[in-house]
């Protein structure tokens, strides 16, 4: 019944989630006709940018993206990874990681609702969270690497060279990911698109607020005017003193956060060896209705816990 009602409740997030399709095929046609008769330069590019997706895309990311809801903001996430993943490739893992985590489950003893549950659980999460991590490192790159980038920027405005060949330059000599988005932004200026809405693109999928602050700057200095070299060059500065306090409320609360993983993790390592040392003496925990519900209750307040002290050990710049 347990796994019945997850079912139900997974079903009816997809639904939720998933919209009205006869919506978004009326959508798709009203795009498709504007983007056909129209002349202008950007939804010319729109469009070519559209069908070199469509052409890398192969049958099972079609299928996949029928199934899974907001497919688009899927394939976004995959693509701040900085990896070359498709969305039929993540449904493999996670149908991968999920049969795997079952299979062991159920070989070393464990129910089969349990094992059905938990194999969910790393299916959906696992995946999901290796990606969440190679963002955030992508993007930590990026934040660091970024303050060299608008040097070289500054230094090119300085030698007479316009904003969009500097920003070619600096997507030629520095180092990956700032080369690699700079890149694309001057291939985009090249087939059309304008500076401002490359670089808004760029920052919708960075989504850092050191580059904001740079998108904004240019925006600004566009219609004010003023010397935009020494803007930036400010702004340079300010965003390496932002990492540098950055470092150091990093070093100061290094030493709760320690304590909080440990003190979150403690019960969990605890329950993995006794259960490894005696597993009949756990398993009244998966066939007592008095303590399925009382372990249900602890994990509940040990989340509650995690997440007070997440909060605590985490400050926003």
Known sequence: ????????????GVFAFAGDGSAKKASKRLEALRERHSGSREMLARAQMKR?????????????????????ELRARLERSGKSWTLGQYALA????????????????APPLLALLVGSFLGIGLPHAVVGFLIK???????????????????????????SESLGVVGKEIAEPVGSEFRIVADKIRIGRTMEVALHEMAARMNTPEFQ??????????????NLAETLANLGEVLRKRAQMKLKINAMSSESKASAYIVGSLPFAVFGLVWMANKNYLMPFFEDQRLMIAGTIGFVWMSIGAFIMSKMVRFEI
Do not use: H, W, Y
């Open 1 to 12: 019944m347990l796994f019945v009602g997850l079912s139900l409740t997974l079903g009816l």
């Open 94 to 109: 996670c149908a991968g990681t999920f049969t795997g985590a079952a299979l062991v489950l159920i070989s070393a003893g």
């Open 137 to 163: 490192r992508r993007v930590a790159a990026f934040t660091t690497r970024f303050p060299d980038a608008i040097d070289l920027l500054v230094r090119g405005l300085r030698s007479g060279l316009p904003v």
């Open 52 to 72: 070199l997706i469509a052409q890398r895309d192969n049958k099972l990311d079609s299928v996949v993206g029928q199934f899974i809801p907001r497919p688009a």
């Open 213 to 226: 602050f740079f998108v904004i700057t240019l925006s600004i200095q566009r219609e004010t005017g003023g």
